[in-house]
């Protein structure tokens, strides 16, 4: 029941209020050039950071190309030109696909009982 209404509210498709919010969200990531997947922190999860280094070099190179111009207009304290703007994507995913399949390698390897492939220290 909770969880049921707990999706109703997260649909965009079915509650007002979530697609009010996924559309300013979009016009934010518009004004920067940015897409939704460049802000996940390669630093903050190591899933996130497996899945980067597994992607192709130009998707790569794409998304901190993306990264760096919006820290450049946000320094300058500018926004992308309306024609630009226009042009973004900032809902269409590269990320999620690579990302689940690390997790669920992740989560199979757990399941066994295997050590992780990957594991940060504290120096």
Excluded: C
Excluded at 5 to 33: D, E, F, T
């Amino acid at each position: 029941m909770a969880s049921s209404l707990i999706r109703w509210m997260l649909n965009p498709n079915k509650n007002w209020l979530a697609a009010q919010h996924k559309k300013a969200l979009s016009a934010r990531l518009r004004k920067y050039g940015l897409r939704y997947d460049d802000l996940y922190d390669p630093m903050y999860d190591l899933d996130v950071e497996e899945a980067l280094n597994r992607l192709p070099r130009e998707i790569i190179d794409a998304r901190n190309q993306r990264l760096l111009r919006a820290m450049d207009l946000s320094l300058k304290h500018t926004y992308l030109p309306e024609d630009l703007q226009a042009k973004q994507t900032p809902f269409r995913s590269y990320l999620q696909e690579m990302l689940a399949l690390v997790k669920r390698e992740r989560a199979e390897r757990e399941a066994l009982g295997a050590l992780p492939l990957y594991q940060r220290t504290i120096p």
